[in-house]
Structure formats: structure tokens, C-alpha cells
């Protein structure tokens, strides 16, 4: 799986939240692991960034898509993310 800093950028996010949050801006994005030593398969981590609009934070949870769990996953949020508020 990729490093964290290589994937999730200001960008990123910014492309991401946009349709839900129009105008938010990312500005020094800070991105730390959480979760580890529970066991978990995926891969969790928390985006902190300041920015004077909502929200100012996301936590962001990755599976390896060559994983049959990672591909579930991509599947259902692709199917139920709207009716769950993802």
C-alpha cells in the first residue's frame, strides 16, 4: 500500500469533499496513522487541515484494492454511499 503522504494530498481532498463541501479549501494538510496495533487489515488514517469553511478534518480508511475486502468495499460504497451519508 502506498505511504500515506504519497496518496492523500491537499488535492486529493479538496477533489473529493468538494461535491458535499463546495469551496473547501485544504491548506496545510497534516496526515497521521491511527488505529494501529488493533488488528485491523485496512489501512486508517486521520487528515487535520486549516481552512476557515467545514469540515477541518476527515478520517480516511484504505484497503489494498487487490484484496476481495478491498474490492467489497469499493463496491459498497459505490452502491449504498449516498443512502448511508459516506
Not at 4 to 33: C, Y
Not at 70 to 77: A, D, N, S, V
Amino acid at each position: 500500500m502506498m505511504n500515506d503522504r504519497d496518496m492523500i494530498t491537499a488535492v486529493f481532498l479538496q477533489q473529493h469533499l468538494s461535491p458535499k463541501f463546495p469551496g473547501v479549501e485544504v491548506q496545510n494538510l497534516q496526515v497521521e496513522r491511527i488505529g494501529e496495533g488493533f488488528g485491523l487489515a485496512s489501512q486508517i488514517v486521520r487528515c487535520r487541515w486549516q481552512t476557515g469553511a467545514l469540515p477541518r478534518s476527515v478520517v480516511v480508511k484504505r484497503w489494498p484494492l487487490n484484496t476481495k475486502v478491498g474490492r467489497q468495499e469499493i463496491l459498497f460504497y459505490r452502491t449504498f454511499a449516498e443512502r448511508v451519508g459516506a
